[in-house]
């Protein structure tokens, strides 16, 4: 069982920046490739990020290349996005999702997820 708990959303003017964090629980944390997802009001939730175990591996959607990070610390069991140039259009609710490596991923698809995160609200005003 793995927990997930995000963290570092809120209320920033565009332009700006925020740094999410996702705290996972259990020991196995860098044996999952984790990813972050985002949803909207009204809309679908959309893939942003992804990491694989190593770190190597970074997948981000094309809305947000250039402007957002993702990163793994595995000793502290804990994935960030770091989020820059901020757009109106990035508001939603995000996600992080656990997938298990010994397992086919498709980092961009939810149901490839096995844990997901209560999520955490970021609003970006114009």
């Known amino acids: 069982q793995v927990q997930l708990v995000e963290s570092g959303g809120g209320l920033v003017q565009a332009g700006g920046s925020l740094r999410l964090s996702c705290a996972a629980s259990g020991r196995t944390f860098s044996t999952w490739n984790m990813g972050w997802f985002r949803q909207a009001p009204g809309k679908e939730r959309e893939f942003v990020a992804a990491i694989s175990v190593s770190g190597s591996f970074t997948p981000y959607a094309d809305s947000v290349k250039g402007r957002f990070t993702i990163s793994r610390d595995n000793a502290k069991n804990t994935v960030y996005l770091q989020m820059n140039s901020l757009k109106p259009e990035d508001t939603a609710v995000y996600y992080c999702?656990?997938?298990?490596?010994?397992?086919?991923?498709?980092?961009?698809?939810?149901?490839?997820?096995?844990?997901w995160g209560q999520g955490t609200q970021v609003t970006v005003a114009s």
């Open positions: 999702a656990a997938h298990f490596s010994s397992h086919p991923w498709g980092p961009m698809t939810p149901s490839g997820y096995k844990y």
